[in-house]
């Protein structure tokens, strides 16, 4: 099955396996458990992650005879709160068993049966020291629990003696979390006062009451030094944590797959926290389960069912001693330049999320590893090659301020030291990915000096792309900008027009250039989505790079089994989460196509070449005639779309391509009914000339024959989107830069013209892999379809052999 990892070769060693949720099907558990064992055993304990017995129903009389001890675990096995409340049967077990128990040590139940509570860290026999943190995150409920302690009712949070409603309840609350912060093993260095700091960092002394005064304020800074690092040097090891949920932002600085396209959402902020803070050497999590409420776009209920094994690269912990600024804040990432040394010591986190017991799919759901305690005398392995950031924010490390420290008050979370200070949470004051606040920059007190230091690994200006140097440092910053037209500041007609946003009417946000005419363009309020706010204008937002483009062939992560056939400039593709399927239209392969450039970039008039772009387009317009021609054989009519983004226009320019729907020939009279009511309705103003739209997509063909670099410099700064309605009818909507666009507006109006609302959304009704080549095949197998289609090589290999420079 799984392979033990070993990871320590000295000192007294021991094995330990963790498993997902066994949600009560306890006779397979014995079995399988017996069975692991006996291959990779004997194991000195076993962890269960989630629930152990049924959540929210009656016990099983399997379950009844693990607790009356008639049969038993093969291994001394340690579980805590789950999702749901301790079934009343268990929950008397563990009432009887309290006297009994000691400090850190679980509530033994039955025969090699530990219950380790709700939160807070337990301690092996072998030495193992694990912190766990059960219940089901709630949104509600914990701002109820932050309500509460704000207002006298979590008066006992700082009690030796545990809140016996809390210990009960089913949910994640402040007191669960500030329980387990303020445990020894989760307590943070200080931070530095804020007149040390400023005293310190003053000009040299003129005087000697000054000079008395700045060795004085060193003498304290060192104190304060000397202290931080006894406290940490002090702090218990932790070897294990165990949470319910991921924590947020994870996958921050990760390269691993992730195990859904909705995984960099999945999280819970307060577990961020505690996992920041602890440092665990493994972090076990689960994926969202059934049992989750929370509402998660694009996660379907199969991964909430089976669950998700993913193991992230591991990552180096930020405890370092960092002084904080005059007024008390944490100076950001690039103020701490540590030793080599130093940072050997930090320690290392390993993150793995494990499926759900014996799931039907077979996703792995168990981890068995061999290693020491993390407090025996043996030196720490060394620190793995592929070792990434920290993925949490620890401004909060050094001490919270302003509003950060107010909100750590309100949720009752404390440092470690039994106080509340420095325990905000990541959403908390500035964001915690890269230490901006809400408005999206970095909040810079009075008197604070720039950091000009390296940017932390995983960072990119979102100007030219480069990781050596921060946006604002940014040596393109301000090029490229459209120019004043010389109306002495006076908005122009586009901008003056919309009554909603910044920068389109209060003359702030980007403008078009004057070639571009105000009545044909769209003003960012009218665009089918309300204005982007000012802060949200102002920042331009990093493009997609081939390295991370989905329809890039360069990239390894290229779904090439969807690939049709391949040309000179394009290749055809079927896309996943067709909008007709193939049970619903008689073309073959489901009647959706997508004709993708092989070169990357967002919009025809993007392109570095004029030529590409132009063979590109050309290329295209053959592919749609035959593709026309063929859905008119299986009685249907084309309907297709074209969306460019362009780089100024402040949104995640991506990769720009072609879609082709199949819609039944009777439905072809409603065809420009429908999408004008529906254009209406999101105040959609569409150019409607077929002539006009000819004329538009012409100037790529222009600016080829000039040998221009670009494909055409005066349509730079607008997104568009192309639209042909069968045969004859060509729409096209232009926006200028600020403006939000539907992407999605075609699929909707499609999905509600086919009376498919279902397949609205493409997450929604993505098939496996088998069911998406199944449908490649039988677009191949057509001879018909061959024939009419493509003139393109039918040879795969291409896409192996395709240059990576041209994406």
Request: glycine fraction near 10%; proline fraction near 8%.
């Amino acid at each position: 099955m799984a392979a033990v990892a070993s990871s320590s070769s000295r000192g007294h060693t021991a094995k330990v396996l963790t498993i997902g949720p066994a949600c009560g099907r306890i006779t397979e558990l014995i079995s399988k458990v017996t069975a692991i064992q006996s291959k990779h055993g004997p194991f000195a304990c076993l962890l269960i992650l989630g629930d152990l017995f049924t959540p929210n129903g009656p016990l099983t009389q399997p379950e009844l005879d693990l607790l009356a001890g008639t049969t038993w675990l093969p291994i001394p096995t340690y579980f805590y709160l789950g999702s749901a409340p301790l079934p009343h049967e268990v929950q008397q077990k563990v009432d009887a068993a309290s006297h009994r128990r000691t400090h850190d040590a679980p509530f033994q139940i039955a025969n090699n049966l530990f219950y380790l509570g709700k939160s807070g860290v337990c301690l092996t026999p072998q030495g193992f020291r694990i912190a766990f943190c059960g219940g089901t995150w709630d949104a509600t409920k914990w701002a109820e629990s932050m309500r509460n302690a704000t207002e006298g009712h979590g008066h006992d949070l700082d009690a030796d003696n545990d809140n016996a409603d809390d210990q009960t309840s089913p949910y994640i609350t402040t007191h669960a979390v500030h329980r387990l912060l303020s445990h020894p093993s989760f307590a943070l260095p200080k931070p530095v006062p804020a007149q040390t700091a400023a005293s310190s960092s003053a000009a040299a002394p003129q005087t000697l009451a000054a000079a008395k005064a700045q060795a004085k304020a060193a003498a304290a800074s060192a104190a304060v030094v000397s202290e931080n690092a006894a406290l940490l040097d002090s702090r218990p090891p932790l070897d294990f944590l165990l949470t319910n949920y991921w924590p947020s932002g994870i996958a921050l600085f990760s390269n691993a797959a992730l195990p859904d396209d909705s995984a960099r959402i999945w999280g819970c902020a307060p577990l961020a926290n505690i996992a920041r803070a602890g440092a665990p050497r493994y972090h076990f999590a689960l994926a969202p389960g059934p049992e989750d409420d929370t509402t998660i776009v694009g996660l379907g209920d199969e991964v909430r069912q089976v669950g998700a094994f993913w193991e992230r690269e591991p990552y180096q912990n930020d405890l370092g001693l960092v002084p904080a600024n005059a007024n008390g804040r944490d100076q950001g990432w690039a103020s701490r330049q540590r030793t080599d040394a130093a940072a050997a010591t930090e320690p290392v986190t390993r993150f793995i999320s494990l499926a759900r017991f014996a799931n039907a799919k077979k996703a792995r759901w168990f981890m068995a590893l061999k290693l020491a305690p993390a407090s025996s005398p043996s030196p720490p392995p060394p620190k793995p090659a592929n070792t990434t950031a920290s993925p949490y924010f620890s401004g909060s490390m050094a001490g919270g301020a302003g509003g950060a420290k107010r909100t750590a008050d309100a949720a009752g979370i404390g440092n470690g030291n039994g106080n509340v200070e420095g325990g905000d949470l990541p959403e908390a004051g500035p964001n915690f990915r890269f230490s901006q606040d809400a408005r999206g920059k970095r909040r810079r007190v009075a008197g604070e000096e720039r950091d000009d230091g390296p940017p932390p690994p995983g960072y990119k200006c979102r100007i030219c792309g480069s990781e050596e140097h921060y946006i604002r440092l940014c040596p393109q910053k301000g090029q490229g900008k459209p120019a004043r037209d010389g109306d002495g500041g006076n908005r122009d007609a586009a901008s003056s027009t919309s009554g909603a946003g910044a920068g389109a009417g209060d003359g702030t946000g980007p403008r078009p250039p004057p070639s571009i005419r105000a009545s044909t363009i769209l003003p960012p309020g009218l665009a089918g989505l309300p204005s982007k706010p000012a802060f949200l204008q102002r920042e331009r937002l990093l493009p997609v790079g081939p390295e991370d483009c989905w329809f890039c062939l360069s990239n390894p992560q290229c779904a090439k089994h969807l690939i049709v056939s391949i040309g000179d400039e394009t290749y055809l593709a079927l896309p996943k989460g067709a909008l007709p399927s193939p049970t619903t239209t008689s073309v073959p392969g489901g009647g959706h196509v997508l004709i993708v450039p092989m070169s990357h970039f967002g919009s025809l008039f993007e392109a570095e070449d004029a030529a590409v772009a132009d063979e590109t387009m050309r290329e295209t317009q053959r592919v749609k005639a035959r593709l026309r021609r063929c859905f008119r054989r299986y009685g249907a009519t084309m309907v297709c779309w074209e969306i460019g983004k362009s780089s100024r226009s402040g949104s995640r320019v991506g990769h720009t391509m072609v879609q082709a729907v199949a819609v039944p020939s009777e439905m072809e009279a409603r065809l420009e009914e429908v999408f004008e009511e529906r254009a209406a309705k999101s105040r959609m103003e569409f150019i409607k000339d077929p002539r006009a739209v000819d004329a538009f997509f012409q100037r790529v063909g222009d600016a080829a024959a000039a040998g221009g670099g670009g494909a055409a410099k005066e349509e730079a700064g607008i997104d568009y989107l192309a639209l042909e309605l069968g045969d004859d009818k060509k729409w096209l909507l232009k926006i200028a830069a600020g403006g939000r666009l539907a992407v999605q507006f075609v699929r909707q109006t499609l999905a509600a013209l086919l009376d498919i609302p279902d397949r609205a959304d493409w997450k929604s009704c993505v098939r496996s892999e088998d069911e998406e080549k199944s449908d490649v095949q039988a677009v191949r197998t057509r001879p018909s379809l061959l024939c009419n289609l493509f003139l393109f090589c039918n040879s795969l290999a291409a896409v192996r052999s395709r240059p990576s420079s041209s994406g």
